[in-house]
């Protein structure tokens, strides 16, 4: 079903939804006893509350004109209901985290990309390139903390 929102409200949804991971992940760190996990879990916690903070920062600097902008678009889930939908044990070892991170990751750049393409504005086109351009630089400084996970 696709929905109308103003542009501050779907950044004010993806800025809970990733403070809501980060809760997430801190939760698991109390059901997990092996290191890599840990560490893995660690950086996922930096991660999305810096994705959060970015949001945030975003969100107090962007031009009224932005914000006010209403938007059609049809991804309405929460972290929770997002985290339903996914196959994840008790305890989740890190393969299942990194699965878990990239599911997290498609469902964003899926975001923005759906957004972006119904956007008219151009300025509001160049923001929700920009989060998106955020997102990528995010991913790959996390990608290279992982890699170096599996070398241990």
């Known amino acids: 079903m696709k929905t109308f929102k103003q542009a501050r409200d779907v950044l004010e949804d993806a800025k809970k939804f990733h403070q809501d991971m ?8 109390d059901t997990t006893e092996d290191a890599r996990t840990r560490l893995l879990l660690d950086h996922m916690i930096e991660f999305e509350t810096r994705l959060a903070n970015n949001l945030k920062n975003y969100g107090s600097v962007a031009p009224e004109k932005f914000m006010n902008t209403w938007l059609q ?3 309405e ?15 989740p070892g890190i393969k299942d985290i990194n699965r878990l991170s990239r599911e997290v990751d498609n469902y964003f750049s899926e975001l923005y990309k759906e957004v972006y393409a119904l956007i008219e504005s151009q300025e509001a086109k160049e923001v929700f390139d920009n989060l998106k351009q955020i997102q990528d630089k995010e991913r790959i400084t996390l990608s290279m903390a992982t890699n ?5």
């Open 77 to 91: 889930e929460n972290a929770i209901d997002f985290l339903r939908k996914q196959e994840l044990g008790e305890k």
């Open 22 to 29: 980060a809760d997430y992940y801190t939760d698991l760190q």
């Open 73 to 75: 678009y049809t991804q």
């Open 148 to 152: 170096s996970l599996w070398d241990m």
